[in-house]
């Protein structure tokens, strides 16, 4: 049976609920950056016991795996035989903590983790500037080095090429163009075309350094849903979009 780990975002981990298929052997590391994965922890970060509101259990486990670096020994210890990564999580800015690097999700912005005195000084790296660029590619290149020097190397390493969308379909099924309405969260407007040009970019590098990757990629229309669980944004896709995915998947081996 296969074991899937996603390192990623919910566009791919949605493939499973709306598939309906089993998730035992599946695991999501989210809301992280490949800078910040590779990263030291953040001295003196305090995790909570139990979720802050309004995070739910998952979502604070990724920030507490973002800030305590745990997420590389769970993969390893996961022994996938797949791996599948998306970039779509790369949408949010990183934070520099000393030492250390952050990944300023929502998740970590309404935690209340950013009042503790290790991250308190905390300074902000523009996800979109050339440092962030920088760090990101030295990300990669630790990354790469940690599959072929781990048990990630007998893994089938899967990329699913995505894309922010430019429209939703409305209650006729007509296409909307989002326009200038996209946040990364509530107050934090985004560029759709700039952030599509940055993953365009992340995507070859990432083919280039790892060659024997293999690639899934929508072969219709990329359109949001109004309609999706987790409510109308660029990266919240129609029944389609996961379906063609989904079969692609499911050809490598998923």
Same mark, same amino acid.
């Given at each position: 049976m296969p074991r899937i780990a996603i390192l990623g975002s919910c566009i791919t981990r949605d493939l499973w609920p709306v598939d309906g298929a089993a998730s035992e052997s599946l695991l999501y590391i989210s809301r992280t950056s490949?800078?910040?994965?590779f990263a030291p922890p953040v001295s003196g970060f305090l995790a909570r016991a139990e979720p802050p509101p309004p995070l739910g259990r998952h979502q604070h486990r990724a920030v507490v795996d973002d800030l305590s670096k745990r997420a590389l020994a769970a993969l390893i210890a996961h022994r996938p035989t797949h791996?599948?990564?998306d970039f779509i999580d790369e949408r949010f800015d990183l934070?520099?903590? %000393? %030492?250390a690097l952050a990944t300023h999700s929502w998740e970590l912005e309404v935690s209340g983790y950013l009042a503790q005195p290790a991250l308190s000084r905390a300074q902000p790296i523009s996800r979109l500037s050339e440092p962030c660029e920088r760090l990101w590619r030295q990300g990669l290149a630790e990354f790469t080095a940690f599959v072929q020097a781990t048990r990630l190397a007998e893994a089938t390493i899967i990329l699913h090429e995505a894309q922010w969308a430019t429209h939703w379909t409305?209650?006729?099924g007509s296409p909307q163009l989002f326009g200038d309405n996209v946040e990364i969260w509530t107050g934090r407007p985004a560029d759709v075309a700039q952030h599509n040009a940055l993953l365009r970019s992340y995507q070859t590098a990432f083919r280039e350094a790892l060659p024997a990757a293999k690639s899934v990629a929508p072969t219709g229309a990329r359109l949001a849903d109004p309609g999706h669980r987790w409510g109308l944004s660029p990266f919240h896709y129609t029944a389609e979009y996961y379906d063609d995915i989904w079969g692609q998947l499911k050809a490598l081996g998923v």
């Open positions: 490949l800078p910040s994965l791996l599948i990564v934070l520099a903590i %000393g %030492g409305d209650s006729v």
